[in-house]
Each structure stands twice: as C-alpha cells, then as structure tokens.
C-alpha cells in the first residue's frame, strides 16, 4: 500500500510539474479515489467470503452436508475472482470441502480438496487451522490407501496437537490413525509404541476398564503378532475380549474381530483345534452381522481353510478357499492372504510348480496395492525364492532373494519406534524427508487460488 501510495505522489508531481498544481491535485485525486474504490469493493468480497465460510461451517456441524458443499465451492469461487492471498479462511474453506465431500462418499475428491488446503498451510497462523489440515489430509491418505504418504503428516499432528495442548484423548486418537499408518506398511515396532502410548493416555482419562481401550488393544495385538511376540499379542487380544464382555458387548461384529485374532495367535502357537473354535464362532456371528457375501466373511474362510490346511484336511481346505475367493476377489489386499494360503496349500499337496504360481500371485497383488506391507512383502519374496529354487530356477530365486534384502533393509531404516512424536521439529523433519511424492501432488493444484 505505501509503495502504491509513493507511486501516486509521484505520478501526481510531474502532472503538477507539467500542468500546474491543480491538475496534480486532480490525478493524485482520481488515483486514490480509484484505489479506495477497489479497496471497499475487495473488503466487502472477503467479508462475504468470510460470511459464507462460517455458514458452510455451521451446515456442516449440523449435518446439512450437501448445503455446506455448496457453501464451500461459491466461497471458493469467490476467493478465486478476487485472487485472496491463501490464509487461515481460504485454507478452512478447502478443509469443510474436504469433510463435505467424505462425508458424501467422495473420498478421492475429498483427498483433493484437503491436499489443496495443505497448500495453503504457509499463510495459515492460526494452530487449531493447522492442525485441522494435518489431521483431515492423513486420515484420508490412510482412508484412502496411501499409508506410506500418511505416516509423515499424522506424526507431524501429533506434534502440533502436543504444542498446542490438545485434550489428552484427542493425542491418542492422532496417536491411533499413526499407528495404524505404520502397521500397514509393515512397521510395527513404530505402531506398537504409538498403540501403546495411545493406550496409557486413553486409560488415565477413561479407566481401565472402558470400552473404547478394545480396539487399541486389538491392534497392539496386531502388531506384536507381527513382531512374533505371540504371549504379548495373545494378552491384548484376551484384554480385549474381557473389556467386550465386560460392557455387554459380545454379540458385536466387533467381538468377532477379537475371536478371530484370538484364533489367528492360537493357529500360530500351533493350537489349531482351539482356533477353528475360535473361527467358527467368528464365522457364525459375521454372517448373522455383515451377511455371507461381506469381505470380513471371506477372510473367516480363508482363516478356517489354513487351520484345514495344518490339519492336514486338504478337502476341507480346498472348499474354504473356494468360498474365499469368491468372497474376496475384489479385495486385492484381502485376496493377497487367500492365494498365499493356496500355495502353502499346493505345496503341502507336493503341488511345486502350482504352489510357485500362487506365491508369484499373491506377491504381485500386493506388489500392486498403493501401500504394500514392505514386511509382507518380503515374507512373499523369500517364500517365491524357496519355491522358485526347488523348481529349479535359480536365478529367479536368487533375484527375488536380493528383493526381500532391499525390503528389509528399508524396514530398518525406518525411524526409532521408541522416538518422541509429540516433538514436532522432529515431526515436521520427517514431512520434509519422507512425502516428497505428495508434497508434488500439492504443488500441482496450487493454481487453485
């Protein structure tokens, strides 16, 4: 504005110089008047603006999801008229669209318009803005698949939460989305420590005994699994199971989650008769629950085929497969377990060359998922290596041995498990280092305002 100002003075100083003092006066005048009038104009447009980004606002929190959209979109197309420089509100208008368009089904488009919000995040100053953006953007990269990309930013809300003294619960929700980030990627020393954490602070606010504890439970659970600490893993699960019963809430689709992880620690203990149990009871209550066709029926299935499978009941076997696949063949990263389980199935039948063709299949869909579980993915490699070599083909096992080297290698470089993430430079470093590819998805729809 000053430099504007300066420059009008001296336009209106050499018309002065020119044409006398008067027609100075008159230029200067008309400069200003023209700049005042521009100045009003834009004021009102982002009171307007400001106007239509509280009531999408307040249609939002009163569930009018469609209207809060359209609110949304005319503040935004309103912003782009008048080119507003990104800040705290253009930012908070892309975050209600965000949640407007999850809430209507479109999570891609959703992903869209939070990532454009992140864009506006080097004009926002206000932290509970940040933090919104933070915490919407790595809940839709995990809703929508892209685990890996989703770590960095939910670390860096955990973070911020902590600078900005958020509620002790709303840390172990942050502290939850981040672990199950980390667990699909296969880092599940990393997602233990956050579950854990999550856990501590969520039983000091609630006690030990609230309902609410189940679910992280049943993912520490998970995550010791994988680590093979099986007695660790078994003690969540049973913890789990007493928290469900204890609330009356053992008819659920939820206490199924428990049976089944209580069945998949027993089978590998090698107490498979008391995992069918626990299955079976799984199976009964999915289908009363979800119906014969729901994907977690199909994982119940393919569970069930390998306890046939260790029992030697290859039949048996056999018609729980079948009936998984058929469940599960839109499901990639469900079908990735079903055509494991069928080649450990050939194999046991002495069926090499068919179990190889299998274990090829079931790596390469989960080669194919947008965030491919790095531990399981070189649990298939080193399984397709051992197959490949009894088939005679050495130069294919020895490639895929150097392939599940690279995945644990870059297993092992992931970050410390036991690290501080309520320190956000060290959060905020971890942005810089690990989203490069999303941080070019941003930069390409910054033209948005």
Known sequence: ???????????????????????????????????????????????????????????????????????????????????????????????????????TGDKQGALEASARAFSCMCGVERAHVQLMIFDQLGWLLLDTGHARKAIPILEAAVGLGHRAEAKPLETASRLERAGMACLRVGMHANAAAAFGKAIDLMTKEKGADALELASPYINLGISYKRMQKLDDAERCYREAMRLRQKNFDDKSEQFSTVLLNLGVVCAEQGRNEEAEKYYLETLELRIQMLGRNHWRVGNTYNNLAGCRRRLRDFAGAEKYLRQAIEILDAYPEQLC????????????????????????????????????????????????AALAERCGE?????????????????????????????????????LEQHLASSLERVRALEHAI
């Open 1 to 103: 504005m000053a430099l504007v100002l300066a420059i009008f003075i001296g336009i209106s100083r050499t018309v002065s110089r020119e044409f006398g003092p008067a027609a100075g006066w008159i230029v200067f005048g008309v400069l200003a008047g023209g700049l005042g009038i521009r100045f009003g104009i834009t004021w009102r447009a982002q009171r307007r603006f400001r106007k239509q980004v509280k009531t999408a606002g307040n249609a939002m929190d009163e569930g009018q999801h469609q209207e809060a959209l359209r609110m949304a979109d005319d503040a935004l197309t309103l912003a782009r008229k008048w080119r507003f420089t990104p800040d705290d509100e253009v930012a908070l208008a892309f975050v209600i669209r965000a949640e407007a368009l999850k809430k």
């Open 337 to 384: 377990n079903v055509v494991d389980t069928l080649s450990r199935l050939h194999e046991d039948e002495g069926k090499t060359e068919e179990a190889l063709a299998a274990a090829t299949r079931a790596r390469e869909i989960q080669q194919g998922l947008p965030s491919p579980d790095l531990s399981e993915m070189a649990t298939l490699f080193e399984r397709e």
């Open 394 to 430: 050495e130069e294919r096992a020895r490639e895929c041995r150097t392939r599940a080297s690279e995945m644990r290698v870059a297993l092992a470089a992931a970050p410390p498990a036991d690290r501080d993430l309520t320190n956000l430079p060290e959060s905020l470093k971890a």
